[in-house]
């Protein structure tokens, strides 16, 4: 797909999921979009950034600055979000390790509830970020479910989304 994408002029490509790192397949993928000359727009939420893949992407630039969903600045907002024990040291240490290698990244987060008062603390940290030029963007109004057979899941959605007067009044603050 990737070669066929390149021969039609495709010039970049987008590795996204759930989490694209999972695959194990991840780093031949990587580099065989990277030798077609594609360039590569990585979204992840950095927990399997190993030293193995910050030197990959250090050494083979993806050309695209990739993109890190921060899901919480505490450990305790992080894992009520992903419900992953420890999964908040491993964000961090993947981030860590594509500072260390200057590879730039750029942060995101999804609004949610846990996370929800941890906005001024998530804007600040991402203003010390060298690649961010910008304040970071939010996932927060989330799409229900198209399928009509389980109205109980849109519901929980629902439940999630951040209330529109406040998503609002945060999107406006951006001229």
Known sequence: ILTQAADLGCLRVRFTGGEPLLRPDFEELYLFARRLGLKVLLFTNGR????????????????????????????????????????????RAGVGLLL??????????????????????????????????????????????????DEAKNRRIAALRTPPGDAVALMARDA
């Open 100 to 149: 260390e290698r200057k590879v730039p990244f750029v942060v995101k987060s999804a609004l949610l509830p846990p996370n929800r008062a941890e906005i001024a603390e998530f804007e600040r940290w991402a203003a010390s970020i060298p690649w961010m030029t910008r304040p970071p963007d939010y996932a927060m109004l989330l799409e229900l479910r198209g399928r009509r057979d």
């Open 48 to 91: 399997l950034i190993t030293p193995r893949l910050a030197d990959l992407f250090a050494r083979v630039p993806p050309l695209v600055t990739i993109e890190i969903t921060v899901y919480g600045m505490k450990a305790a907002s992080y894992e009520a979000v992903t419900r992953a024990p420890g999964s908040f040291a491993e964000h």
